[in-house]
Nanobody, 115 residues
Framework: QVQLVESGGGLVQPGGSLRLSCATS????????MSWYRQAPGKERELVAR???????NYADSMKGRFTISRDNAKNTVYLQMNSLKPEDTAVYYC?????????WGQGTQVTVSS
């Protein structure tokens, strides 16, 4: 049974930091590219960051320099370190595993940036 479980979300003040985790099971984590997406109310889901099986990373322009994606293949977990958070970062954050045309999604974790 495939599972992706996000954690680490919450309420943080502008300028603060959060570290999201996505613990996975039920598939061979190391051969899947892992991504973080987010969806704000009334908006479409958008890519935040992606990390390939080799560790190569890609970021959406608005996250570059503030967010860092990483993975630990020994723990089957992908992380998203978010710094200098802004109110516009408020969204539900989802992790996604992808291999060719096969995709798995987590259930999401809420991040709220507000004073």
């Amino acid at each position: 049974q495939v599972q992706l479980v996000e954690s680490g979300g919450g309420l943080v003040q502008p300028g603060g930091s959060l570290r999201l985790s996505c613990a996975t099971s039920g598939f061979t984590f190391s051969v899947y590219a892992m991504s973080w997406y987010r969806q704000a109310p009334g908006k479409e889901r958008e890519l935040v960051a992606r990390i390939g099986t080799s560790g190569s990373t890609n970021y959406a322009d608005s996250m570059k320099g503030r967010f860092t994606i990483s993975r630990d293949n020994a723990k089957n977990t992908v992380y998203l370190q978010m710094n200098s958070l802004k109110p516009e970062d408020t969204a539900v954050y989802y992790c996604k595993a992808a291999l060719n045309m096969r995709y798995y999604w987590g259930q999401g974790t809420q991040v709220t940036v507000s004073s």
